[in-house]
């Protein structure tokens, strides 16, 4: 049965895209800074079916329909440098989050043919596939372990560290944030081996998530873009003082270099923020061009270590239009 909230969602999706409201959902959203993010596209192997929300390529190809009918794409970083767009369909750019490949699954021969320019936000270490992010490494072992053996390596690893443990497989996802951030990929390569999962080299090999740096030119060469999610897929919120230099500003230098890249966007992971001065003087310092959240759109005119993104992988409608345009009428009026 629907829930509540699923009524309201479809609701409000359905009112922002209907015919009467239209003109004014447009005006709405020329006054937000509209950026829309994904993650993979396609049917999930092991390593992302506990975070599939059922964008299969079909299902991205549709959204891409409706999306199309109510923004002009156009690249973040025309966007960040606040080109204007012809028409009046409002702009709105599109980005993919943890870096996996876009080019073997089709993605990016699809963006050519409707012409939009999108951005990659990678996560430096997986470029490669040289590692597989400590997300993707808890979802490949849930769906490949038995659930009672994944929960007892789970468990005696938990305790071993004071760590909190999980009652099911299921909570494991949630109760792992807890893992500090400077072990997260030394505790979840012990629970892999635990678990008697392959050796991590022969499954990346096997299923090769992310794009290579080869990859990321032919990318690059294709009119889309490049930006940094961090070197590990890190909590920016929990990231010690010290780790800023590891996780953002080598990583940030190393691609800004190698793929001689002008304007170089940067993500938070799980949308968890830096201190605002930390975020600021990255910014400020040209390590990173803009940051971007989780937390919708921001106002035309927000400083650009302070933009936010809206989700299109769930309830489309409501996500990327219905939801912004309330935000943006909330603000309009002053409460
Ligand atoms: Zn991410």
Same mark, same amino acid.
């Given at each position: 049965?629907?829930?509540?909230?699923?009524?309201?969602?479809?609701?409000?999706?359905?009112?922002?895209?209907?015919?009467?409201?239209?003109?004014?959902?447009?005006?709405?959203?020329?006054?937000?800074?509209?950026?829309?993010?994904?993650?993979?596209?396609?049917?999930?192997?092991?390593?992302?079916?506990?975070?599939?929300?059922? &964008?299969?390529?079909?299902?991205?190809?549709?959204? *891409?329909?409706?999306? #199309?009918? =109510? %923004?002009?794409?156009?690249? $973040?970083?025309?966007?960040?440098?606040?080109?204007?767009?012809?028409?009046?369909?409002?702009?709105?750019?599109?980005?993919?989050?943890?870096?996996?490949?876009?080019?073997?699954?089709?993605?990016?021969?699809?963006?050519?043919?409707?012409?939009?320019?999108?951005?990659?936000?990678?996560?430096?270490?997986?470029?490669?596939?040289?590692?597989?992010?400590?997300?993707?490494?808890?979802?490949?072992?849930?769906?490949?372990?038995?659930?009672?053996?994944?929960?007892?390596?789970?468990?005696?690893?938990?305790?071993?560290?004071?760590?909190?443990?999980?009652?099911?497989?299921?909570?494991?996802?949630?109760?792992?944030?807890?893992?500090?951030?400077?072990?997260?990929?030394?505790?979840?390569?012990?629970?892999?081996?635990? &678990?008697?999962?392959?050796?991590?080299?022969?499954? *990346?090999?096997?299923? #090769?998530? =992310? %794009?290579?740096?080869?990859? $990321?030119?032919?990318?690059?060469?294709?009119?889309?873009?490049?930006?940094?999610?961090?070197?590990?897929?890190?909590?920016?919120?929990?990231?010690?003082?010290?780790?800023?230099?590891?996780?953002?500003?080598?990583?940030?230098?190393?691609?800004?270099?190698?793929?001689?890249?002008?304007?170089?966007?940067?993500?938070?992971?799980?949308?968890?923020?830096?201190?605002?001065?930390?975020?600021?003087?990255?910014?400020?310092?040209?390590?990173?061009?803009?940051?971007?959240?989780?937390?919708?759109?921001?106002?035309?005119?927000?400083?650009?270590?302070?933009?936010?993104?809206?989700?299109?992988?769930?309830?489309?409608?409501?996500?990327?239009?219905?939801?912004?345009?309330?935000?943006?009428?909330?603000?309009?009026?002053?409460?």
């Amino acid at each position: 049965m629907m829930s509540m909230k699923m009524m309201i969602k479809q609701l409000v999706g359905g009112i922002a895209t209907s015919s009467i409201l239209a003109p004014v959902m447009r005006r709405s959203l020329q006054s937000s800074i509209n950026i829309i993010y994904y993650h993979r596209v396609g049917t999930p192997p092991s390593y992302y079916k506990s975070f599939f929300s059922g &964008c299969t390529y079909e299902r991205f190809e549709r959204d *891409l329909d409706v999306l #199309q009918s =109510y %923004f002009q794409f156009v690249s $973040l970083e025309d966007m960040l440098l606040g080109e204007r767009v012809t028409g009046d369909k409002p702009a709105a750019a599109l980005t993919f989050d943890d870096g996996f490949s876009l080019i073997g699954n089709g993605v990016m021969d699809l963006l050519n043919r409707r012409g939009i320019r999108a951005t990659t936000l990678v996560i430096t270490e997986c470029l490669d596939n040289r590692q597989l992010m400590w997300r993707h490494k808890l979802s490949a072992v849930l769906a490949e372990t038995p659930n009672a053996q994944a929960l007892r390596a789970y468990n005696q690893i938990a305790s071993a560290n004071a760590l909190p443990t999980a009652s099911s497989p299921s909570e494991i996802i949630r109760v792992s944030f807890e893992m500090p951030m400077e072990t997260k990929d030394e505790l979840m390569d012990e629970w892999w081996a635990r &678990c008697g999962m392959q050796p991590l080299p022969a499954y *990346l090999a096997a299923h #090769q998530p =992310y %794009f290579t740096w080869e990859e $990321l030119r032919t990318w690059r060469k294709n009119g889309h873009s490049v930006g940094l999610h961090t070197a590990t897929h890190v909590s920016c919120s929990r990231l010690a003082p010290d780790a800023v230099d590891k996780e953002i500003v080598a990583p940030a230098r190393e691609l800004r270099t190698a793929l001689d890249a002008k304007v170089l966007p940067f993500s938070y992971p799980f949308g968890h923020r830096l201190p605002p001065t930390i975020a600021e003087s990255l910014y400020r310092d040209g390590m990173i061009d803009c940051v971007l959240g989780i937390q919708g759109y921001a106002t035309v005119g927000a400083p650009l270590h302070r933009l936010e993104r809206a989700n299109g992988e769930v309830e489309l409608e409501y996500s990327v239009l219905g939801k912004p345009a309330l935000m943006n009428a909330r603000r309009a009026m002053g409460f």
